[in-house]
């Protein structure tokens, strides 16, 4: 028999080398996963708002499902390789995330509003691992290839979301004012400052694009930098702006003098590649703004690019606007070095620092620096960590720079750190921590550079161990992913419930300012989930729902939820304000007085507030503490709108006209006369109308001489009259109101109430007999009487007349007026 040859050590050699051709191959057959992962995550650029009140409802619950997927995929498709989880982990900024990550976390336990903070959190952790997924990817597959397809589908992104934002400047801008066809132009980012700076952490890799691109490309790609830039001037985002002149600068510095290329014309060449479109885009846009401003009355702030370009400083009114949030951020930092208030909570810690400054139920959000905001939440501690997130991939760049690995190499890491700077600009004026579009594109950029960084420590990275090592990376890699898997879930949840109750809150935000509010109570009250417990406005939900039941005269219940509510934003005074309304409607004055005093003195920029303190005092009587209010309203927000309720207030307290309430809307109108050929404001009609009634007034004599015990048995019957009308016993309490008028007639609406009654009751004849009797006062002008005296004609069979008296409760918006007089007054 013959004797086998022995095996050649080349051959055995030849088996490995196989193997590893194998290896590669398989590899090479999905290089397009790493592509398909960022191009997922770019997706979220067109993410609308799904119906939600916020587009950053659908937008974070995409993301974590994504994230979600990403880990499902991982645990199957590598259950039988041995990825080496420690190389995502040792990088510097890797390990500062997770202890900012963390620190997140573990705030929580002292938030102001727990529920807030977890909402938060979820959105924190699913950036957290969308950088680490796309890190993992990019060391999985071809960092090279992946940089230039991801830049190459950017630009076309840039490009999508410009063309569509300047088309709508071009046709609403004919048609509408500038500056608010402007600020509506956000793509799908939330607003326009936003939108703005995802165009600029955009330009880097469009640069990158154009450069290493064929020369029939270079074009294409250099059209997507000049339209960006074009978008971007017309956007007028001042902070925007820094970013462009930081991005330019740093990328003229690093062509001049980092980048190894003696030949001056190349040079030129590559500088040209971002000056050319930059100047084409700044006279593109001047010659747009210039076409649209022809169809415009007037100038707006929109209206010039130049000037906008020269408007950065820090006199102006939003720069002076941020810089008392930072000061209002550095002072609690100063009183809470150590614990803030909890991740996702200075939205709430700043309202009692900003209450004199803010008109109404706004709430700052943001502190307009989310370095800052991260101190003031997290302590000193966390402040310094989000910091060092930036540190760490700057010693980054530096470190690629000085290694031996290629020109490629070294221009991601260079690239990917101009848009980290961008980001950091951004993150200096605005609040990108927030928003998904600009989570994702930092995420991006910080696993590029990262990653870059790896790469040029070392040019085979192995991240699949191609022995088993002693500790099974295999059971490593399971266990992180199932780790992942258990932090994410919960989020994947928490997002979701955020979306449901961005969608009701699409629905029920607005109905609020309906009056009376539209939406049957029953569908309110099942509308929204237990997550979140505030609006996106940073409303407590429970107190909104209390209004629904309080709208409803389900009162205890409504006071119920009021009260549960109270904690959530302890510092907006919205549950105080409701319960005040509350106690108003039941005639429980002086709980009504406590509850109206405490929501208006804590927020007394606030016109609700303040318009539920003078209708309490005015019922009260209380002249004093009626001109307490006005006098703080008017410290703060001098108008028309305080004079002319204040005066209304004091025509139903004194229940006549006097001298000096003649001399002071004298002067109130003469204080705020329109300029001439100026149509004067709905305030300065309703102040002309208070003049008005104080002069037909003036010689009222008050001939009730009731004692303060007649006073008291009226009230008593008033407010049985109230609970009679309450249960529908409208019988009962037109007796009850006429009983009441009889011994004290202390207001107008002890008439309006029987007129009610009495219509309910179909005795039309009476009810207009008490609906005359309160437009005889002349107090009240909120058309109320007028509508249903004319509903009574209506319905008694005298249309002419009803007609008449609703069309005067038409001319005095009172609701429903309109309806009724298409259907009865053709």
């Not at 330009?203 to 694009?209: E, K, R, W």
Request: proline share 4%.
């Amino acid at each position: 028999m013959a004797r086998k040859k022995p095996v050649h050590p080349n051959q055995v050699q030849q088996t490995t080398d196989k193997s590893v051709d194998t290896h590669v191959k398989n590899a090479t057959k999905i290089a397009w996963i790493p592509f398909l992962i960022l191009v997922l995550y770019m997706a979220v650029h067109f993410i609308p708002n799904m119906e939600a009140i916020d587009v950053l409802g659908p937008q974070w619950l995409y993301l974590s499902i994504l994230d979600t997927g990403i880990l499902l995929f991982l645990l199957i498709h590598f259950q039988n390789k041995h990825i080496k989880i420690s190389i995502l982990i040792k990088p510097v900024f890797s390990k500062i995330l997770l202890l900012l990550l963390i620190l997140a976390g573990i705030s929580i336990s002292f938030s102001i509003n727990i529920i807030e903070s977890i909402v938060c959190f979820s959105r924190f952790t699913t950036t957290v691992l969308a950088y680490f997924n796309i890190l993992l990817f990019l060391l999985l597959y071809d960092l090279k290839n992946a940089f230039i397809n991801l830049a190459k589908a950017l630009s076309i992104i840039t490009i999508i979301e410009s063309c569509i934002g300047i088309h709508t400047l071009l046709t609403d801008g004919t048609i509408k004012d500038l500056d608010k066809v402007v600020v509506s132009i956000t793509s799908n980012t939330g607003n326009k400052n936003i939108f703005a700076a995802s165009i600029v952490i955009k330009i880097p890799f469009i640069l990158y694009a154009i450069i290493y691109s064929k020369t029939g490309q270079k074009i294409f790609y250099s059209f997507a930098l000049a339209i960006g830039i074009t978008q971007l001037l017309l956007l007028g985002a001042r902070s925007s702006y820094l970013s462009l002149a930081a991005c330019t600068s740093l990328y003229t510095i690093y062509i001049l003098l980092i980048k190894k290329d003696n030949h001056r014309i190349k040079k030129v060449k590559l500088l040209s590649y971002l000056w050319t479109p930059l100047i084409l885009g700044f006279f593109a846009s001047l010659s747009l703004q210039s076409y649209v401003n022809n169809f415009q009355s007037g100038r707006g702030v929109f209206s010039n690019v130049a000037n906008r370009l020269t408007d950065i400083s820090v006199t102006n009114e939003s720069s002076s606007y941020r810089l008392m949030l930072w000061k209002h951020a550095l002072s609690y930092i100063s009183e809470h070095p150590f614990i803030g208030c909890g991740y996702g909570n200075w939205k709430l810690a700043s309202i009692p620092y900003e209450k004199e400054y803010i008109n109404d139920l706004t709430v700052p959000a943001h502190a307009h620096n989310d370095f800052l905001e991260h101190a003031t939440e997290l302590g000193l501690l966390g402040g310094v960590l989000y910091a060092l997130l930036f540190v760490s991939l700057f010693w980054g760049t530096i470190s690629s720079l000085r290694s031996n690995t290629s020109e490629e190499i070294k221009s991601i890491s260079v690239f990917s750190f101009l848009g980290i700077v961008v980001y950091g600009i951004d993150a200096l004026f605005n609040f990108p921590i927030e928003r998904p579009i600009m989570q994702v594109l930092f995420a991006l950029l910080a696993a590029v550079n990262v990653s870059a960084l790896i790469l040029s420590r070392d040019k085979q990275v192995d991240i699949i161990s191609k022995q088993t090592p002693i500790i099974s990376e295999k059971k490593i890699l399971t266990r992180s992913i199932l780790i992942c898997l258990l932090i994410i879930t919960p989020s994947l949840y928490i997002n979701n419930l955020t979306y449901i109750s961005l969608r009701a809150q699409m629905k029920v935000i607005p109905d609020l300012k309906n009056e009376p509010m539209t939406l049957p109570l029953a569908e309110v009250t099942n509308i929204f989930p237990p997550i979140p417990n505030l609006t996106s406005s940073s409303q407590p939900i429970d107190a909104i729902i209390g209004r629904y039941y309080s709208e409803n005269k389900q009162y205890d219940e409504a006071l119920r939820l009021l009260r549960k509510a109270m904690p959530y934003n302890p510092y907006i005074y919205y549950s105080h304000f409701l319960i005040a309304n509350v106690y108003f409607l039941t005639d429980k004055l002086d709980s009504a007085k406590y509850y109206a005093e405490t929501a208006y003195y804590n927020r007394p920029r606030a016109n609700t507030y303040y318009q539920t303190l003078i209708a309490v005092e005015a019922k009260r009587k209380d002249t004093a503490a009626l001109g307490k209010a006005f006098r703080t309203y008017t410290h703060y927000r001098n108008e028309v709108f305080p004079w002319q309720l204040y005066i209304l207030g004091m025509l139903n307290a004194l229940q006549r006209g006097t001298p000096e309430l003649l001399k002071l809307t004298d002067s109130a109108l003469n204080m705020f006369k329109p300029a001439p050929n100026t149509a004067p404001s709905t305030d300065y009609q309703q102040l002309l109308k208070r003049k008005e009634e104080v002069e037909k007034n003036m010689n009222v004599t008050v001939t009730n001489t009731a004692t303060q015990e007649d006073i008291k048995r009226a009230t008593a019957v008033y407010n049985e009259a109230v609970e009679a009308f309450g249960k529908g016993d409208f019988a009962s309490a037109a007796r009850k109101f006429v009983a009441a008028i009889n011994i004290s007639p202390f207001s107008y609406s002890m008439y309006e109430n029987a007129g009610i009654c009495y219509y309910n009751l179909k005795e039309y004849k009476k009810a207009i007999y008490y609906f005359d009797k309160v437009i005889a006062m002349k107090i009240t002008n909120d058309g109320k009487s007028e509508f249903f005296k004319g509903a009574s004609y209506v319905n008694s069979g005298n249309r002419e007349e009803g007609c008449k008296s609703l069309q005067i409760a038409a001319a005095k918006n009172y609701p429903g007026t309109a309806e009724i007089l298409k259907q009865f007054c053709k």
